[in-house]
């Protein structure tokens, strides 16, 4: 069953515009959230990774929130660019050590276009 | 600087053949991961390895193997590679004590024909 659900499957948006990515989950315990970019063809980056009940976090153009309550989180891009054009995959962990588990939603593919 | 490097980055196997993936890393990360991504799932957990010679089944192991004689590598094997084992292979590395710093490697794409 999967655990780490992220909607939309994919996205278009004008070089420009801002876009709100979302991440929904059952997995239990969430110890952190953490978002990911993977460009075509390349490994995983991280964006940004959050930890509190109620959580934000700012990486230049891209914010990030989580609730741990309704177990939701959301990927903000604000004024994308041709670059962002990507797979954004959101991963809960269920500890904060490697001890625990990662999982994976299938991932937003993002596509920017001018 | 802080890598994880995959080799080889593509690779065509036919069935049968015995294949090799190999994963290094410059952090001195204990604890390495093997992955696979296959298009609309999330990434699948073959083998976690805590250090050297302490590796751990993930979610779908049946048909790999994994070895690390040294921290900085880790290696996957495929005896007898199947036509399902066609997939894009990530590794991945932490330290032992905290997810907060996860690095993956650009990704090996393995076809079984």
């Known amino acids: 069953k999967t655990q780490v659900e992220q909607s939309p499957q994919s996205l278009v948006v004008r070089q420009g515009e801002n876009c709100v990515l979302q991440c929904n989950y059952s997995v239990t315990p969430d110890n952190h959230l953490r978002w990911f970019k993977q460009d075509t063809g390349k490994g995983l980056v991280s964006l940004t990774v959050?930890?509190?009940?109620?959580d934000k976090t700012s990486n230049g153009r891209y914010s990030a929130t989580l609730d741990k309550d309704a177990k939701h989180s959301t990927l903000h891009i604000t004024a994308t660019l041709l670059d962002d054009t990507a797979t954004y995959i959101c991963v809960v962990g269920d500890r904060g050590s490697a001890l625990g588990r990662l999982h994976f939603g299938a991932g937003t593919q993002l596509i920017v276009i001018p | 600087d802080m890598k994880v490097t995959q080799m080889p980055r593509y690779l065509i196997k036919r069935m049968g053949e015995n294949v090799l993936l190999e994963c290094g890393q410059d952090?001195?990360?204990?604890?390495m991961y093997w992955y696979r991504q296959d298009p609309g799932l999330g990434l699948q957990l073959i083998y976690i390895s805590y250090d050297v010679d302490s590796n751990s089944e993930g979610d779908i192991p049946k048909g790999y193997r994994v070895s690390r004689k040294k921290r900085e590598h880790f290696s996957l094997i495929l005896d007898s590679a199947k036509t399902n084992q066609t997939s894009v292979y990530f590794c991945a590395s932490s330290p032992l004590g905290s997810q907060n710093t996860l690095y993956f490697g650009a990704g090996t794409r393995l076809s079984v024909l």
């Open positions: 959050l930890v509190d009940q109620k």
């Open positions: 952090m001195s990360h204990e604890t």
